[in-house]
């Protein structure tokens, strides 16, 4: 199991960059860098079931928001994957947790992404598709 880390510099304020993070259509977009037509179902408030899927409609994650103080800190915990519909707990993703921490100065949000406990064979995909998540997030929320 592996913790990754990856950080951005946004030329928007924090609350900004939250608020275009988790906004519907926005986050469409950037996180279409993991799989196309990638979108959630569900809320962002701390202790609710949100899906995240794709446009397969079938496959995706289940997980649990642990932690959520808006514009400072995400904690997201990974429940199961979900395959053809159904849950699979046996999964290597279960207990995997996303955090996000935001710190601004002068106007100037920086991103931070920690993932903790991600299994070994996904590290390399993952290394490679977080920074162009966030190089999309970074446009959206300066345009």
């Not at 926005?26 to 990638?38: D, K, L, Q, V």
């Not at 103080?69 to 207990?95: C, K, T, W, Y």
């Amino acid at each position: 199991m592996k913790s990754l880390h990856f950080s951005i510099t946004i030329q928007a304020p924090k609350a900004q960059v939250h608020q275009l993070m988790l906004a519907d259509k926005t986050y469409r977009e950037w996180a279409a860098a993991f799989a196309e037509g990638s979108y959630y179902q569900g809320t962002w408030e701390k202790g609710a079931h949100i899906l995240f899927t794709n446009a397969d409609n079938g496959s995706g994650m289940s997980a649990r928001i642990a932690e959520h103080r808006p514009a400072e800190f995400l904690s997201i915990e990974m429940l199961s994957m979900i395959n053809d519909g159904v849950a699979d707990e046996s999964n290597p993703f279960q207990g995997v947790y996303e955090n996000y921490s935001y710190t601004e100065k002068n106007g100037v949000t920086t991103l931070q992404v920690e993932l903790l406990g991600v299994p070994d064979d996904w590290a390399d995909y993952l290394n490679g598709t977080w920074p162009k998540a966030l190089d999309t997030l970074k446009a959206i929320c300066e345009r």
